[in-house]
């Protein structure tokens, strides 16, 4: 448990802020001192103007934050709304996310040992969610946080569903919610409702993430990912080109990236797995990732840097595709929302290549009402579709 709970005020007085640690398409979250205690904490500042949920959604995850009770599980001390932003107060994680951590020291991943530990204490936290009906629907290593300590929690409940609504237990969800290479393929696509098993499926895309630096499919434009998800085979780990991993870590990984959900088992079922028996508490394996490395502030500033280098690069022609086929990989710190607006912008931006077909556009007024409804709002014609839009079309019309 978090310990003795300390009374945080809902006053932005009391608080100081910081650098910022981390960034999404609708938050920042800025180191910061509670004046009173003068404890370092963690304020998520939401922009409720850019933020794409609704007002019932956000204060949804305020009160699932505030009830949460477990170490593995990121906790909201209190939130309070200043002027057009949500302040969530929350524990203030050193060593920022996963995420973070290869991309300014682990490009090709961290070793099994660190890996282990790190999915058992999620997969616990994973288990305790499901466990209170929670689905957290956005499981990856860029909502993986840690501390100096290598206490590892489970953060970001900005997609999270609740499933015991209004008292009944709604076995299944229909909404279109995540993050395109994590996504598991029943919630991509349409009619077919998902559990707690859509977070299995995550969370066996975020062992490969951790393994090799990168999610599967991450080079490609999110539009070509939700085709790749439902029509390839599973993602996994190679048995010859992984070699420096252990056959029980691919069989593990291999249980949760089973397209059939019914088949893919329970975080309590998976925790007795062989491979997270053996695992290491995280204080000895995790907590060595950071041991040489500068303090989160400025590895977020070099990485700003960068990323401001590379977004230079899109306003070279022979850059521009690239840039686009990765800008959803390089944000960093997740959104809190699946960022459906992006994903039309990007479908729109597809050119005709080896997968794509090129749209012309039709005026024909006899298209489908709906279809054309769609259509002009996202910037993609009516026509002859191809395999990635009629996709989106399908998936749009059950959100």
């Not at 466990?131 to 993986?144: S, T």
């Not at 409940?157 to 995540?178: E, H, I, L, P, W």
Request: proline residues 5%.
């Amino acid at each position: 448990m978090e310990g003795v709970q300390k009374n945080y005020s809902a006053n932005p007085n009391d608080y100081k802020l910081l650098e910022e640690v981390g960034h999404g398409a609708s938050a920042t979250v800025y180191r910061a001192i509670h004046l009173p205690s003068n404890e370092v904490v963690a304020v998520k500042c939401l922009d409720l103007d850019r933020c794409s949920s609704n007002l019932d959604d956000v204060r949804r995850e305020a009160q699932t934050m505030s009830l949460i009770d477990h170490p593995n599980v990121i906790k909201a001390f209190c939130s309070f709304v200043v002027d057009q932003k949500l302040w969530a107060i929350m524990p203030f994680m050193a060593e920022g996310s996963c995420l973070h951590l290869m991309k300014t020291a682990y490009q090709h991943g961290f070793e099994e040992s660190a890996i282990g530990s790190i999915l058992k204490e999620t997969l616990k936290a994973l288990d305790y969610l499901h466990q209170h009906g929670h689905i957290h629907r956005d499981v990856k290593a860029g909502n993986i946080l840690l501390d100096g300590n290598g206490v590892v929690k489970l953060a970001d409940f900005g997609v999270s569903a609740y499933m015991f609504d209004k008292g009944d237990r709604q076995r299944s969800r229909n909404t279109f919610v995540g993050t395109p290479c994590w996504m598991a393929p029943e919630v991509l696509q349409p009619g077919t409702g998902y559990d707690f098993k859509a977070d299995i499926w995550s969370f066996g895309i975020t062992a490969l993430e951790l393994a090799h630096g990168h999610a599967p499919f991450s080079k490609y434009p999110p539009m070509k990912v939700l085709l790749m998800t439902i029509q390839n085979a599973p993602p996994g780990l190679d048995y010859d080109r992984d070699k420096r991993f252990s056959k029980s870590f691919k069989e593990m990984v291999a249980m949760c990236l089973v397209k059939d959900q019914t088949k893919r088992p329970t975080a309590e079922k998976l925790l007795k797995h062989s491979f997270f028996k053996h695992a290491k508490p995280p204080e000895l394996s995790v907590k060595k990732l950071f041991a040489d490395l500068p303090p989160l502030g400025n590895r977020v500033k070099a990485l700003q840097l960068k990323d401001a280098a590379q977004l230079a690069l899109k306003k070279m022609p022979s850059a521009e595709r690239e840039a686009i086929s990765q800008s959803e990989y390089q944000r960093g710190v997740s959104a809190w929302n699946f960022d459906v607006e992006d994903l039309k912008l990007q479908a729109s931006l597809l050119q005709e290549d080896d997968d794509v077909q090129e749209i012309k556009e039709e005026d024909d007024s006899s298209n489908l009402h709906l279809n054309h409804k769609v259509a002009s709002s996202s910037g993609l014609s009516v026509g002859k579709a191809s395999p990635y839009k009629r996709l989106y079309l399908q998936r749009k019309n059950t959100w």
